[in-house]
């Protein structure tokens, strides 16, 4: 009998009845893999999360902290228990964008849309690096079209400046993982995948270790809740009339089951780095013009809508509430990675996650201080629980030329790029701003009149969004003022910022609170 004749190819597949499902590492499979070398890793993957219409800058903004020592902000509390395992950045300016219609191009590239290049990062790495998968790339959305500018729910463009259209079903790319493409089975006709391939499925089983039959186990569970995420997202849904030929959505019809969809689409992009079947992902989770309502999270508005909040400003809680759970959907996918072993690590440890918009606030479509995190250990190259915020505004390129070297290629520059940006693989150690040097406290009161020197943040605790002046001690003073009195002070331009605030108050329940500002000082 040949020396290991019991080992199969890392690129084995389970064969049935029209279907080929790809394997998760095992043991079973070459010595060469299985049993690597302590220092070698599997290969790093990259997922791009993109989501449009920008954020409330005061709900975004991480004030105070140091660079490893942070409260987050209110969007990001879904991620308050994994924020060790994330790089918030900012100060990164994208300056060849020209408007939000242009923002999603310019997130990949780096380039405006009027150049001739629009030949996106996420391409650029994927022809680069060698990689023997059998889907070179994969682009998603969970968007429906926006018909008068259809490029807004496009990431990816190749070399040639062609569009990579995302695909907006499910069950299409589950499919495509999946099923051979000459298959004579019809997907209604097996309740499971699985089923078409339960032969081939327990004779693997029988020659694997423990650990094996671990690993299946897991994985065959994450194929089944993948299928019923597709079949809950085709189910009450405004969208639910599917192409009677092709059993697949119409892109043109208003997204229903966003939730179910968005969660669809994660698993399968874990799935699809699970089984090595791609090492590259864009997905559009909302487009910069986005029309879906949110009503399945009790919000009866479009996420544009609500975007624009300058002039309505009762939306803000509609709208910090929408850009809360895209949050959470980031924190779904970090908890979904780290899950799965791989080698001696995780899926996580060996992917590189970026979740980011191309617009910085949503009414204004301002294209500086992109919001954007970074997650995922990326082989050990990303040095994580920190938020870096540089002194000075970088070039938004300069992020994508780091992450493209990062991922094994040769580049030297892309779009308006000027070097790669330090702080990503190693300690930033910026000067922190806005030291605490003992003096932010009550300086003075009357029976009316009270003067204080702190911090100044929003409130993160509820949908009422407030003013909070932090103390040295830690403790903070609320300070709610009519809108027209915010305006006349210009006071928004002091968030983050520390300043002395003299105004008059009312004691509530023990807590005095501001209610009308006559003075804002900046230190």
């Not at 690993?215 to 299928?227: N, T």
């Amino acid at each position: 009998m040949r020396r290991n004749s019991y080992l199969i190819p890392r690129r084995s597949m389970l064969r049935g009845a029209g279907m080929s499902v790809a394997l998760p590492l095992l043991d079973i499979m070459s010595p060469a893999i299985s049993y690597a070398k302590p220092t070698e890793t599997p290969p790093p993957r990259l997922c791009v999360l993109y989501k449009g219409c920008g954020v409330n800058p005061h709900a975004w903004d991480i004030v105070g902290g140091t660079e490893t020592d942070f409260e987050l902000s209110k969007i990001l509390q879904p991620l308050a228990g994994v924020q060790d395992d994330i790089l918030v950045v900012g100060n990164l300016d994208n300056e060849g964008s020209s408007s939000h219609l242009d923002a999603p191009t310019t997130f990949m590239s780096g380039t405006q849309r009027n150049r001739v290049n629009r030949y996106s990062f996420d391409q650029r790495i994927a022809d680069q690096i060698e990689s023997d998968t059998p889907i070179k790339s994969m682009q998603l959305t969970a968007d429906n079209v926006w018909k008068q500018h259809p490029w807004l729910n496009i990431l990816s463009y190749d070399k040639n400046d062609q569009p990579m259209r995302g695909q907006y079903d499910p069950q299409a790319v589950f499919n495509t993982m999946f099923k051979d493409e000459a298959r004579t089975v019809r997907q209604k006709e097996l309740l499971s995948v699985l089923d078409g391939v339960q032969e081939a499925s327990s004779s693997l089983a029988s020659r694997g270790s423990t650990r094996d039959q671990q690993v299946l186990e897991h994985y065959y569970d994450s194929i089944r809740d993948v299928e019923k995420s597709i079949q809950r997202a085709r189910q009450n849904s405004r969208d639910v009339q599917l192409d009677k030929t092709t059993e697949t959505f119409d892109p043109n019809i208003e997204v229903g089951n966003l939730g179910e969809r968005i969660k669809a689409m994660l698993d399968l992009i874990t799935l699809a780095f699970w089984t090595d079947s791609t090492r590259i992902v864009s997905c559009m989770l909302a487009n910069t013009n986005s029309r879906v309502h949110y009503d399945f999270m009790g919000v009866n508005a479009e996420f544009h809508h609500v975007s624009h909040h300058v002039r309505n400003r009762q939306v803000l809680p509609a709208y910090d509430k929408i850009n809360i759970w895209h949050a959470g959907q980031l924190r779904y996918l970090i908890d979904k990675m780290k899950s799965i072993r791989e080698g001696s690590g995780t899926l996580f440890e060996n992917s590189l996650i970026m979740w980011g918009s191309g617009i910085k606030h949503g009414d204004y479509h301002s294209l500086t201080d992109l919001p954007l995190i970074l997650t995922g250990g990326a082989g050990g190259k990303l040095d994580l629980g920190r938020h870096v915020r540089y002194p000075q505004s970088q070039p938004y390129a300069n992020l994508l030329l780091t992450i493209m070297r990062m991922m094994g290629t040769n580049a030297k520059s892309i779009g308006n790029s000027t070097e790669q940006l330090s702080g990503i693989t190693e300690k930033a150690n910026f000067k922190p701003t806005n030291r605490d040097d003992g003096s932010w406290r009550l300086v003075s009161n009357d029976e009316k009149t009270l003067t204080a020197k702190g911090l100044l943040r929003i409130s993160i605790e509820s949908d009422n969004e407030y003013y909070q002046l932090r103390f040295s001690d830690k403790s903070d003073l609320e300070i709610r003022i009519p809108y027209m009195n915010n305006h006349k002070l210009r006071f928004d331009r002091c968030v983050g910022k520390v300043v002395t605030v003299t105004g008059l108050y009312k004691t509530v329940e023990g807590k005095k609170t501001i209610v009308t500002l006559t003075k804002a000082e900046l230190e």
